[in-house]
T-cell receptor, first 112, second 114 residues
Framework: SQKIEQNSEALNIQEGKTATLTCNYT??????LQWYRQDPGRGPVFLLL?????KEKRKERLKVTFDTTLKQSLFHITASQPADSATYLC???????????FGSGTRLQVQP | NAGVTQTPKFQVLKTGQSMTLQCAQD?????MYWYRQDPGMGLRLIYY???????DKGEVPNGYNVSRLNKREFSLRLESAAPSQTSVYFC?????????????FGPGTRLTVL
């Protein structure tokens, strides 16, 4: 079955550094990858979408890449801040398939 | 503009009891979704409605039923709750279906089945 896999271990980094989160997909080829942020006790919030024919997408301090050869997306937060601490979810979707498949998320902790 | 609203926020049920989780959106979205989130499992799709009048099963539909009451509202019913249904339930909506549409999520319902 199609899977989106994210590192379940928490990522701890120092304020000001770049955080890099990984999302791998298996058994299918999503046409789109989406990234969401989830804070404790709240619903996910959409951050970025990247299409399979786009190598890279940026939004302010966020950057996401889509590598169809490696079957992987990388999500970067530059100049990280303690307020960036949250769980980040990756989700894959297709043009024909109607629903997104979500990964289990990676928790990011930015230390001041 | 409230976005996606869910009621109740918390619920405790005994095994065998039934209940309905309510969801409404005010963004005039066509598609709506119900997910459950368990520790280490991520969001798993229970049911979705691509448009008013249609519903489809997701990854984990057993033990649940849904109703797309109108364009705004999409409810999830547990007919006979089981401890395995203890979870956090999220409703979401999007303008249309397909992977190019971002989803907007509600605040969640935390359900415990004893």
């Amino acid at each position: 079955s199609q899977k989106i896999e994210q590192n379940s271990e928490a990522l701890n980094i120092q304020e000001g550094k770049t955080a890099t989160l990984t999302c791998n997909y298996t058994n299918y080829s999503p046409a789109y990858l989406q990234w969401y942020r989830q804070d404790p006790g709240r619903g996910p919030v959409f951050l970025l979408l990247i299409r399979e024919n786009e190598k890279e997408k940026r939004k302010e301090r966020l950057k996401v890449t889509f590598d169809t050869t490696l079957k992987q997306s990388l999500f970067h937060i530059t100049a990280s801040q303690p307020a960036d601490s949250a769980t980040y979810l990756c989700a894959g979707g297709g043009t024909g398939r109607r629903a997104l498949t979500f990964g289990s998320g990676t928790r990011l902790q930015v230390q001041p | 503009n409230a976005g996606v609203t869910q009621t109740p926020k918390f619920q405790v049920l005994k095994t065998g009891q039934s209940m309905t989780l309510q969801c409404a959106q005010d963004m005039n979205h066509n598609s709506m979704y119900w997910y459950r989130q368990d520790p280490g499992m991520g969001l798993r799709l229970i049911y979705y409605s691509a448009s008013e009048g249609t519903t489809d099963k997701g990854e984990v539909p057993n033990g649940y039923n849904v109703s797309r009451l109108n364009k705004r509202e999409f409810s999830l019913r547990l007919e006979s709750a089981a401890p395995s249904q203890t979870s956090v339930y999220f409703c979401a909506s999007s303008e249309g279906d397909g992977g190019h549409n971002e989803q907007f999520f509600g605040p969640g319902t935390r359900l415990t089945v004893l």
